[in-house]
T-cell receptor, first 113, second 114 residues
Framework: ETGVTQTPRHLVMGMTNKKSLKCEQH?????MYWYKQSAKKPLELMFV???????ENNSVPSRFSPECPNSSHLFLHLHTLQPEDSALYLC????????????FGPGTRLTVT | SQKIEQNSEALNIQEGKTATLTCNYT??????LQWYRQDPGRGPVFLLL?????KEKRKERLKVTFDTTLKQSLFHITASQPADSATYLC?????????????FGKGTTLSVSS
């Protein structure tokens, strides 16, 4: 499989649930990112990892917990989310940090009930 | 703080015409700028990168300009086709203690009618 893959593609969870989003990139890139995309809003950067080390946490609430076990895999662990967290969560990778272009996965459509 | 504006939420044009999308930025002097295309329910796809010392860049029917004096980039699609209908995002780098990342505009949704 090529490019950036994300699972699951759709997720419905209650506010008390714990779930995880998974991202895998097959491009040999060193940097990986999590973004949140809500309706009528620009993409919001959440986390950046470079060579497995977190280099950016964009003031994200602690109910979102990222994990990067290696340069190819990125997880976003979710717990006690709020309805306003419903959004499209996108994973991306790039060869290194900027100025390289970013390659995005298809996203996980998350609905919090 | 840095701000990006794509001043049209939606743009409707007829097939065969040239679409022109605008990206303006303030409080900022980026070394480069990127354009992405996003289809509904999908992740953005990289299209073009233009550096501050490049006035213009082309790729097939796409053309991007970068005016650092006006703090503006224009994105043109010539001979537009219905398949070009999508949301187009501009993105610029920002720098902080942790390193660099991209900040995205809200996007302009282009609709090309046949």
């Amino acid at each position: 499989e090529t490019g950036v893959t994300q699972t699951p593609r759709h997720l419905v969870m209650g506010m008390t649930n714990k779930k995880s989003l998974k991202c895998e990139q097959h491009l040999g890139h060193n940097a990986m990112y999590w973004y949140k995309q809500s309706a009528k809003k620009p993409l919001e950067l959440m986390f950046v990892y470079n060579f497995k080390e977190q280099t950016e946490n964009n003031s994200v609430p602690s109910r979102f917990s990222p994990e990067c076990p290696n340069s190819s895999h990125l997880f976003l662990h979710l717990h006690t989310l709020q309805p306003e967290d419903s959004a499209l969560y996108l994973c991306a990778s790039s060869q290194d940090l900027q100025p390289y272009e970013q390659y995005f996965g298809p996203g996980t459509r998350l609905t919090v009930t | 703080s840095q701000k990006i504006e794509q001043n049209s939420e939606a743009l409707n044009i007829q097939e065969g015409k040239t679409a022109t999308l605008t990206c303006n930025y303030t409080n900022y002097s980026p070394a480069y700028l990127q354009w992405y295309r996003q289809d509904p329910g999908r992740g953005p796809v990289f299209l073009l990168l233009i550096r501050e010392n490049e006035k213009e860049k082309r790729k097939e029917r796409l053309k991007v300009t970068f005016d650092t004096t006006l703090k503006q980039s224009l994105f043109h699609i010539t001979a537009s086709q219905p398949a070009d209908s999508a949301t187009y995002l501009c993105a610029l780098p920002y720098f902080n203690q942790a390193g660099t990342a991209l900040i995205f505009g809200k996007g302009t949704t282009l609709s090309v009618s046949s």
